[in-house]
């Protein structure tokens, strides 16, 4: 994520969410229409942005290194986005690659902070990891489903399911895994006061003011509003729009035909 994250009701939710998962080692399920800001929540509680390209990049080591072996241990957290119907071979292997890395990190920062002094305390550090967030959960056919199933079952991991909404339904068909299910959480648009809050932040970032009590800025409100019905990836993808109409046209104030005009060149779904 380029922009500065925005710690929303939703988000605090979703992290409560997920420290009750990761507590009672169980399998959770997040879902919530497209755009409202799961992967977003996902990826921040993961501390992701920080700690996958380490992950992935894995070379030689710095002095640098500390902070991001220090965020791996306060998250103890993977964060996984599969492919496409993944076969289970890949699966296991992508899991096991960034688990097996992301354990290490752990490791080594409990050995920095003496937690660990010996390598007969060691164990294997894939252990170490306490908590898989699965984002894009319709991706994962009945054998991926079943191996993450056992991984819970074998390992004590907690898991915690990102889709869109209804897929707890479809778990119901995979009675194993829906009766290890301990926790349900619904991830719902921006309410009306943090729609504000984030738009004051945006206008900031255009140079303006936001005063809800002026009356363009109330029908500005509004017009946005009912385009994106608080969805958040609908505002990230609005407002560059939105600074270019003003650009274009040589305009200061952010006004509805303005906002309208932004609109028309995007592709607003449901």
Same mark, same amino acid.
């Given at each position: 994520?380029?922009?500065?994250?925005?710690?929303?009701?939703?988000?605090?939710?979703?992290?409560?969410?997920?420290?009750?998962?990761?507590?009672?080692?169980?399998?959770?399920?997040?879902?919530?229409?497209?755009?409202?800001?799961?992967?977003?929540?996902?990826?921040?509680?993961?501390?992701?942005?920080?700690?996958?390209?380490?992950?992935?990049?894995?070379?030689?080591?710095?002095?640098?290194?500390?902070?991001?072996?220090?965020?791996?241990?306060?998250?103890?957290?993977?964060?996984?986005?599969?492919?496409?119907?993944?076969?289970?071979?890949?699966?296991?292997?992508?899991?096991?690659?960034?688990?097996?890395?992301?354990?290490?990190?752990?490791?080594?920062?409990?050995?920095?902070?003496?937690?660990?002094?010996?390598?007969?305390?060691?164990?294997?550090?894939?252990?170490?990891?306490?908590?898989?967030?699965?984002?894009?959960?319709?991706?994962?056919?009945?054998?991926?489903?079943?191996?993450?199933?056992?991984?819970?079952?074998?390992?004590?991991?907690?898991?915690?399911?990102?889709?869109?909404?209804?897929?707890?339904?479809?778990?119901?068909?995979?009675?194993?895994?829906?009766?290890?299910?301990?926790?349900?959480?619904?991830?719902?648009?921006?309410?009306?006061?943090? =729609? !504000?809050?984030? +738009?004051?932040? #945006?206008?900031?970032?255009?140079? &303006?003011?936001? /005063?809800? %009590?002026?009356? $363009? *800025?109330?029908?500005?409100?509004?017009?946005?509003?009912?385009?994106?019905?608080?969805?958040?990836? =609908? !505002?990230?993808? +609005?407002?560059? #729009?939105?600074?270019?109409?003003? &650009?274009?046209? /040589?305009? %200061?104030?952010? $006004? *509805?035909?303005?906002?309208?005009?932004?609109?028309?060149?995007?592709?607003?779904?449901?």
């Amino acid at each position: 994520m380029s922009r500065d994250f925005i710690i929303t009701k939703e988000h605090r939710r979703f992290k409560e969410f997920a420290n009750a998962v990761r507590k009672e080692r169980t399998i959770g399920i997040c879902q919530g229409d497209a755009g409202v800001g799961k992967t977003q929540s996902g990826r921040r509680y993961a501390r992701w942005d920080l700690l996958e390209p380490f992950l992935v990049e894995w070379g030689p080591r710095t002095d640098g290194d500390a902070a991001r072996y220090a965020a791996a241990s306060r998250s103890r957290t993977l964060f996984y986005t599969p492919s496409v119907l993944p076969k289970p071979a890949q699966l296991i292997q992508e899991i096991d690659h960034l688990q097996g890395r992301l354990g290490i990190c752990i490791d080594e920062h409990l050995r920095e902070i003496g937690k660990i002094t010996s390598p007969l305390m060691r164990g294997n550090p894939r252990d170490l990891v306490e908590l898989l967030i699965v984002d894009e959960a319709e991706r994962l056919n009945s054998t991926a489903l079943e191996i993450l199933r056992d991984r819970h079952d074998r390992q004590q991991i907690a898991v915690v399911f990102i889709g869109m909404p209804g897929i707890d339904k479809r778990f119901r068909h995979y009675p194993q895994l829906y009766s290890r299910i301990g926790f349900s959480h619904r991830y719902r648009n921006l309410a009306r006061d943090e =729609l !504000l809050f984030v +738009l004051t932040r #945006q206008w900031k970032v255009l140079g &303006r003011t936001l /005063d809800p %009590e002026e009356f $363009t *800025d109330a029908q500005a409100i509004a017009c946005i509003e009912r385009i994106t019905r608080g969805n958040f990836r =609908l !505002l990230e993808r +609005l407002f560059p #729009q939105i600074g270019r109409v003003l &650009r274009i046209n /040589d305009l %200061e104030t952010i $006004t *509805d035909d303005v906002i309208e005009a932004a609109a028309s060149t995007l592709v607003i779904g449901a």
